[in-house]
């Protein structure tokens, strides 16, 4: 029941503009577990669903309810929603920090810490603002729903990387909402079976990386994860009323988030 209250909020995460699912899973301390479990599953299936069934139908749930909110928000009150945004992202940083310098640092960490610092702000310049909801029912664009899976997948599992982002850079982001507001099995199938494939792929990459290159990895993904600030802050500011009370609740977002990870963890 723990692990799929969890998964739950995985699930926000990952339909939240800027925010990282696999993130939450880091701090929440199911990240190294996930991975090794997905990577090692034909050699221990019913361990492994056992273990993940829960997290995952969590954030199924999450992401489904969660959707429904994000549509009408974004859509309405995109600027204030997004400094919002930024406020549960910054809480997020104190926690990535401390699970990065867990076993020690080493200056040469700054360098893939740079690195996907510099792919993720690069991001920003590739995304496009505009959002397309139209949804076709033809072969090319059972294609384009395999690599949504396949984005998200990406987003899952390398932390940092805000699907969104990804989504955004090739303008089906909003398709990928709209598709889960409304259930549109003809979207939803082929994403899904691009999730799944993509997944089991990376974990193998991933589940390498944390066990030989555990610290470089964690900077990797913390460069990542401070690359999207100015993917959320990337619209013009007016300073009135309106801002304020957006700057507030951001404030209120950061602590929330702060607090409420102390304690689930």
């Known amino acids: 029941m723990i692990n799929f209250i969890k998964g739950i909020f995985v699930g926000i995460f990952n339909i939240v503009p800027g925010l990282s699912g696999s993130v939450l899973l880091i701090i929440l301390n199911l990240y190294e577990k996930c991975i090794s479990a997905i990577s090692n599953f ?13 997290i995952f139908l969590g954030i199924v749930l999450g992401t489904y309810l969660f959707s429904k909110v994000i549509f009408i928000f974004i859509k309405n009150y995109p600027e204030p929603t997004f400094i ?11 926690h990535l920090l401390k699970e990065a310098v867990k076993n020690g640092f080493k200056d040469s960490y700054i360098i893939p810490f740079l690195i996907t610092l510099s792919i993720g702000i690069l991001m920003l310049f590739l995304s496009t ?3 397309s909801y139209a949804i076709n029912y033809d072969f090319l664009s059972i294609l384009k ?7 998200l997948s990406i987003s899952t599992i390398i932390p940092g990387i805000s699907s969104t982002v990804l989504l955004s850079i090739f303008n089906i982001y909003g398709i990928y909402i709209y598709s889960i507001s409304s259930l ?16 089991f792929l990376l974990s193998k990459i991933i589940n390498y990386s944390l066990n030989n290159y555990y610290g470089y990895t964690y900077f990797a993904i913390l460069g990542f994860s401070l690359a999207t600030i100015p993917t959320l802050m990337n619209f013009s500011i007016t300073f009135n009323f309106s ?17 409420t990870f102390k304690v689930m963890k």
């Open 184 to 199: 549109n099995l003809f979207v939803l199938i082929p994403t899904s079976i691009g999730f799944i494939i993509t997944t």
């Open 42 to 54: 034909f050699k221990k299936p019913k361990e492994t669903i056992s273990f993940l069934f829960p």
């Open 145 to 151: 729903y395999f690599l949504i899976g396949a984005l």
């Open 129 to 131: 603002k505009n959002i």
């Open 84 to 94: 919002v945004f930024t406020g549960f992202l910054l809480g997020t940083i104190p």
């Open 243 to 259: 801002f304020l009370i957006s700057v507030i609740l951001g404030i209120l977002a950061f602590i929330l988030t702060n607090y």
